[in-house]
């Protein structure tokens, strides 16, 4: 079976502009979270998405968005992109959105640079 | 509040011995889940083993174990046997069921010494 995949594996972009990254989950799975990686530090939680309803968010600003689409594969929107964007960003899939379904897996990231 | 303390940033094994990386979580919520990953230096992260706040014995996946100490609010992470290959970083991570969130911790660099 394939595995969460995630698109594009690298991307560029300047500050001030907008960009989109995708995420398919493993067959089967239903809910989808997004997360952002500063280089040296720990995961940090954006966005879940369970049945295409968003089910939980983190501390970012309102310049990240995400939806989740009937196919359960999901994208997220980052506005008016900073430096501080920069990061490796991970999509993880799981079966459901609680415990213990919430076992999840982890795509290979999408590195963001912005100049 | 810091939720995930990861207290060793890095550690050293010999190849062959085993290892314990350590993970203590704070949380108020009854019904929790416990996580571990590997990310290696590719960058994909990877499960490696889960503990319930109510599963009665410590889990265990092949060559890991968690070590799951309810009270003192720790869940660390055994390795037996290292092999070369278990050199990456490794990230405890926690969800409480009231909110439909992982949190991770600041992670700990292993490296495997032949």
């Known amino acids: 079976d394939a595995g969460v995949t995630q698109s594009p594996t690298h991307l560029i972009k300047t500050r001030g502009q907008q960009v989109t990254l995708r995420c398919s989950p493993i067959?089967?799975?239903?809910?989808v979270s997004w997360y952002q990686q500063v280089l040296g530090q720990g995961p940090q939680f954006i966005f879940q998405?369970?049945?295409?309803?968003?089910?939980g968010r983190g501390n970012f600003p309102d310049r990240f968005s995400a939806r989740q689409f009937p196919n359960y594969s999901s994208e997220l929107n980052v506005n008016a992109l900073l430096l501080g964007d920069s990061a490796l960003y991970l999509c993880?899939?799981?079966?459901?959105?609680?415990?213990?379904?919430?076992?999840?897996?982890f795509g290979p990231g999408t590195r963001l640079t912005v100049t | 509040a810091q939720k995930i303390t990861q207290t060793q940033p890095g550690m050293f094994v010999q190849e062959k011995e085993a290892v314990t990386l350590d993970c203590t979580y704070d949380?108020?919520?009854?019904?929790?889940?416990l996580f571990w990953y590997k990310q290696p230096s590719s960058g994909e992260m990877i499960f490696l083993i889960y503990?319930?706040?109510?599963?009665?014995q410590n889990a265990t996946e092949g060559r890991y174990s968690l070590n799951f100490q309810k009270a003192r609010k720790s869940a660390n992470l055994v390795i037996s046997a290292s092999q070369l290959g278990d050199s990456a970083m490794y990230f405890c991570?926690?969800?409480?069921?009231?909110?439909?969130?992982?949190?991770f911790g600041p992670g700990t660099s292993l490296s495997v010494i032949p």
């Open positions: 993880a899939s799981s079966l459901g959105s609680g415990l213990p379904d919430h076992e999840q897996y």
């Open positions: 067959s089967g799975h239903k809910s």
């Open positions: 998405y369970y049945e295409k309803e968003e089910r």
């Open positions: 949380t108020s919520d009854p019904s929790y889940g």
């Open positions: 503990q319930g706040s109510y599963d009665q």
């Open positions: 991570a926690m969800m409480e069921t009231s909110y439909d969130k992982v949190i």
